[in-house]
């Protein structure tokens, strides 16, 4: 394959005794005329490699078909209303309703209604208490820079905004539903419905990513803060200190702990921490006395469990949702004293999500819930009988194959066991097999529906998904041994799974291919370069890979305390050590490899990807592609549903031309 010429500079960067070249600097400005003749030459190449992949589009109509099970998500209560999203086949955007007493549901916010080209996205969405208005967040591109609109729910109309700079922001309304403390270019302000965003109070300064809540009576304020692999906390009582000069109080810095706190209505301040409980405990304490020192354990760690969630009911029952090694579980316990009662009864073997109730108490408790096979849907626990049930399936039928899934322990390169579940039909003797991974930022991977993984399976093929450290499956232990200067477990991990699956039979060298996306992008960067051996392909998406200079666009400076900085000496050390970019050696056979990148991404510059592709481009020694697709219009998150099918399917295609599944995804 002839690549698009790539000039090497002569750039070198001595950064504490270290010499780092970086010969291709120049694919950092996207808007250069060189950057753009190369990307619109690598456009070419792709789009005629992908045209001689066989059954591209069988991949593409098997996506297709799994991704019209559609989604749906648990009501929000708030006042008599409830709000939830829906997204039917062939919709390109979840749509959000709402319904009322008495009442059919009303499709209240629809992205493609107020963009046919599906560009722009929903980002957040936060109904006031009473149900009367809607804080929510729009952007487009997918550069996820939202704007903050109010709406009436009543009549549609727009009452406040647009706020800009409000990428993800939680919104924490007053009671009386006039005012909300929001999060606007990283600071915490209170917003007045009706006054000018540049007129609102600042409540917390400082350039951070934060999280905000509200108790249910609307008297105690929380704020959080991300810190070095943990959170800073607050809290205020906005009965004695007004709004705009809300008198913060420490409840934790400087920890290294992850704690979420709720205040419930019993007046109890709630903490699900893991402070001195890497897999979680819930505690308790007096919101006039919030420091750890006066916290009680309600619900203590369990050995083999992570805690993840809770909610409670009738002010007598608490539920406590866990992960036991990545399984989902939901336990039932006494609210005063903690005491185990039982556990709600789940469909299988799969994923809750997060627990919904009515803010003002009740018997009742929706999540959804999902696994290998099962589309999400919404699932619905009575306290009063202890009896679940199915309250909203997903909205399309599909037709799944069966297939089975087995989790196996395998020992990485320390010694350490490490978990992968292997996803397969019926058969023996080594196939075809894609290993995915992600091990970081606590992220767990948890069983899924997925229509991109299914056709896969269905078409004879195996998916593996690893669950590395750095991820949270084990708990705050299992992502602190895979973060800074221990993130070379991580890759570890994957090539000792990669090994395994060898070794048992299950696939072969030529016929692996590794797989993964943002943090995991950077996973399957480190992989093809320690281990090139190892895999015949390799797909590697919004990637990470210049760990030298990450800090220096998207959102790399809140991720330093994950990696560490090429400004301290020693963690520079860490990042030069398994940094893929500058661990590309020339006369290496790379695996076929399939670089993916995002035009409007803001959180992970394309930069990584362009970079990387150049590299490899004019190392590599052997006859298998090093190919870049990328795409505009879209970033690093959601998106329209026909560009997510797009990508899927071109993905499938790719690994199944470079690891021998060839053309067979419907296997109907």
Same mark, same amino acid.
């Given at each position: 394959?002839?690549?698009?010429?790539? *000039?090497?500079?002569?750039?070198?960067?001595?950064?504490?005794?270290?010499?780092?070249?970086?010969?291709?600097?120049?694919?950092?400005?996207?808007?250069?005329?060189?950057?753009?003749?190369?990307?619109?030459?690598?456009?070419?190449?792709?789009?005629?490699?992908?045209?001689?992949?066989?059954?591209?589009?069988?991949?593409?109509?098997?996506?297709?078909?799994?991704?019209?099970?559609?989604?749906?998500?648990?009501?929000?209560? @708030?006042?008599?209303?409830?709000?939830?999203?829906?997204?039917?086949?062939?919709?390109?955007?979840?749509?959000?309703?709402?319904?009322?007493?008495?009442?059919?549901?009303?499709?209240?916010?629809?992205?493609?209604?107020?963009?046919?080209?599906?560009?722009?996205?929903?980002?957040?969405?936060?109904?006031?208490?009473?149900?009367?208005?809607?804080?929510?967040?729009?952007?487009?591109?997918?550069? *996820?820079?939202?704007?903050?609109?109010?709406?009436?729910?009543?009549?549609?109309?727009?009452?406040?905004?647009?706020?800009?700079?409000?990428?993800?922001?939680?919104?924490?309304?007053?009671?009386?539903?006039?005012?909300?403390?929001?999060?606007?270019?990283?600071?915490?302000?209170?917003?007045?419905?009706?006054?000018?965003?540049? $007129?609102?109070?600042?409540?917390?300064?400082?350039?951070?990513?934060?999280?905000?809540?509200?108790?249910?009576?609307?008297?105690?304020?929380?704020?959080?803060?991300?810190?070095?692999?943990?959170?800073?906390?607050?809290?205020?009582?906005?009965?004695?200190?007004?709004?705009?000069?809300?008198?913060?109080?420490?409840?934790?810095?400087?920890?290294?702990?992850?704690?979420?706190?709720?205040?419930?209505?019993?007046?109890?301040?709630?903490?699900?921490?893991?402070?001195?409980?890497?897999?979680?405990?819930?505690?308790?304490?007096?919101? *006039?006395?919030?420091?750890? $020192?006066?916290?009680?354990?309600?619900?203590?760690?369990?050995?083999?469990?992570?805690?993840?969630?809770?909610?409670?009911?009738?002010?007598?029952?608490?539920?406590?949702?866990?992960?036991?090694?990545?399984?989902?579980?939901?336990?039932?316990?006494?609210?005063?004293?903690?005491?185990?009662?039982?556990?709600?009864?789940?469909?299988?073997?799969?994923?809750?999500?997060?627990?919904?109730?009515?803010?003002?108490?009740?018997?009742?408790?929706?999540?959804?819930?999902?696994?290998?096979?099962?589309?999400?849907?919404?699932?619905?626990?009575?306290?009063?009988?202890?009896?679940?049930?199915?309250?909203?399936?997903?909205?399309?039928?599909?037709?799944?194959?069966?297939?089975?899934?087995?989790?196996?322990?395998?020992?990485?390169?320390?010694?350490?066991?490490?978990?992968?579940?292997?996803?397969?039909?019926?058969?023996?003797?080594? @196939?075809?097999?894609?290993?995915?991974?992600?091990?970081?930022?606590?992220?767990?991977?948890?069983?899924?529906?997925?229509?991109?993984?299914?056709?896969?399976?269905?078409?004879?093929?195996?998916?593996?998904?690893?669950?590395?450290?750095?991820?949270?499956?084990?708990?705050?232990?299992?992502?602190?041994?895979?973060?800074?200067?221990?993130?070379?477990?991580?890759?570890?991990?994957?090539?000792?799974?990669?090994?395994?699956?060898?070794?048992?039979?299950?696939?072969?060298?030529?016929?692996?291919?590794?797989?993964? *996306?943002?943090?995991?992008?950077?996973?399957?960067?480190?992989?093809?370069?320690?281990?090139?051996?190892?895999?015949?392909?390799?797909?590697?998406?919004?990637?990470?890979?210049?760990?030298?200079?990450?800090?220096?666009?998207?959102?790399?400076?809140?991720?330093?305390?994950?990696?560490?900085?090429?400004?301290?000496?020693?963690?520079?050390?860490?990042?030069?050590?398994?940094?893929?970019?500058?661990?590309?050696?020339?006369?290496?056979?790379?695996?076929?490899?399939?670089?993916?990148?995002?035009?409007?991404?803001?959180?992970?510059?394309?930069?990584?990807?362009?970079?990387?592709?150049?590299?490899?481009?004019?190392?590599?020694?052997?006859?298998?592609?090093?190919?870049?697709?990328?795409?505009?219009?879209?970033?690093?998150?959601?998106?329209?549903?026909?560009?997510?099918?797009?990508?899927?399917?071109?993905?499938?295609?790719?690994?199944?031309?470079?690891?021998?599944?060839?053309?067979?995804?419907?296997?109907?």
């Amino acid at each position: 394959m002839i690549y698009p010429p790539a *000039e090497r500079q002569p750039i070198v960067d001595h950064l504490h005794g270290h010499a780092v070249p970086d010969p291709y600097r120049w694919l950092e400005d996207p808007a250069s005329i060189a950057t753009r003749s190369w990307l619109a030459a690598q456009d070419r190449l792709w789009r005629g490699h992908a045209a001689t992949l066989a059954g591209r589009d069988k991949w593409h109509a098997r996506v297709l078909e799994l991704t019209g099970a559609g989604t749906v998500s648990p009501p929000l209560w @708030r006042g008599k209303r409830r709000f939830f999203l829906r997204c039917t086949a062939g919709q390109e955007h979840g749509v959000l309703y709402t319904a009322g007493p008495g009442r059919s549901e009303e499709a209240l916010l629809d992205p493609v209604e107020l963009d046919p080209s599906g560009l722009t996205t929903l980002d957040q969405w936060h109904p006031s208490p009473d149900g009367r208005l809607l804080a929510y967040q729009l952007s487009r591109s997918g550069d *996820e820079r939202s704007e903050l609109y109010v709406m009436d729910v009543g009549t549609r109309q727009i009452v406040d905004g647009p706020i800009d700079r409000c990428r993800h922001s939680p919104v924490a309304w007053l009671p009386d539903g006039k005012a909300f403390f929001y999060v606007r270019s990283r600071q915490v302000r209170l917003h007045r419905l009706g006054t000018p965003a540049g $007129e609102d109070t600042v409540i917390c300064a400082a350039d951070r990513s934060y999280g905000l809540g509200i108790s249910h009576d609307g008297r105690w304020l929380t704020v959080s803060a991300a810190a070095d692999g943990g959170n800073d906390l607050w809290l205020a009582d906005l009965s004695v200190s007004p709004p705009d000069r809300p008198a913060l109080r420490v409840v934790q810095e400087r920890t290294g702990a992850v704690t979420a706190p709720a205040v419930g209505r019993d007046g109890r301040l709630y903490l699900l921490t893991t402070l001195d409980a890497p897999r979680g405990r819930l505690c308790v304490a007096d919101p *006039e006395h919030p420091g750890p $020192e006066h916290w009680l354990d309600l619900v203590g760690p369990d050995p083999e469990a992570v805690i993840g969630d809770f909610a409670i009911l009738d002010d007598s029952v608490l539920l406590v949702c866990w992960t036991r090694h990545a399984i989902s579980e939901i336990s039932v316990h006494d609210l005063a004293t903690g005491e185990r009662l039982g556990q709600v009864p789940l469909p299988g073997l799969g994923s809750a999500g997060r627990m919904s109730t009515r803010p003002g108490g009740g018997h009742e408790v929706w999540f959804t819930y999902t696994d290998g096979v099962t589309p999400g849907s919404v699932h619905r626990y009575d306290a009063r009988t202890g009896r679940s049930s199915l309250w909203a399936a997903a909205p399309g039928a599909v037709e799944v194959p069966e297939l089975s899934a087995r989790q196996l322990v395998y020992t990485s390169a320390d010694g350490t066991p490490v978990r992968m579940v292997v996803l397969a039909r019926p058969g023996t003797g080594p @196939r075809p097999t894609i290993l995915y991974g992600y091990g970081g930022f606590g992220l767990s991977l948890t069983p899924a529906y997925s229509s991109y993984i299914l056709p896969w399976v269905e078409a004879g093929g195996v998916f593996v998904l690893a669950q590395l450290r750095g991820g949270g499956e084990e708990g705050a232990q299992w992502h602190r041994a895979g973060m800074l200067d221990h993130k070379q477990n991580v890759f570890d991990d994957f090539v000792a799974a990669a090994e395994r699956l060898i070794a048992d039979g299950v696939t072969t060298a030529a016929q692996l291919g590794a797989c993964g *996306e943002s943090n995991g992008g950077l996973l399957v960067g480190a992989a093809v370069t320690q281990r090139p051996d190892l895999f015949a392909a390799a797909v590697c998406s919004a990637p990470l890979l210049d760990m030298v200079r990450y800090e220096h666009s998207g959102l790399g400076p809140s991720w330093r305390s994950e990696y560490g900085s090429a400004s301290d000496p020693e963690q520079l050390g860490w990042l030069l050590g398994y940094s893929p970019y500058h661990r590309v050696r020339t006369g290496v056979d790379y695996p076929a490899t399939l670089l993916t990148s995002f035009g409007g991404d803001s959180r992970v510059d394309p930069l990584h990807a362009r970079k990387m592709c150049a590299a490899l481009q004019w190392a590599t020694s052997g006859s298998r592609p090093i190919l870049l697709r990328h795409e505009n219009g879209v970033g690093h998150g959601s998106r329209a549903v026909s560009r997510s099918v797009g990508l899927a399917a071109d993905m499938l295609a790719f690994f199944a031309a470079h690891t021998g599944l060839g053309e067979q995804p419907a296997g109907r």
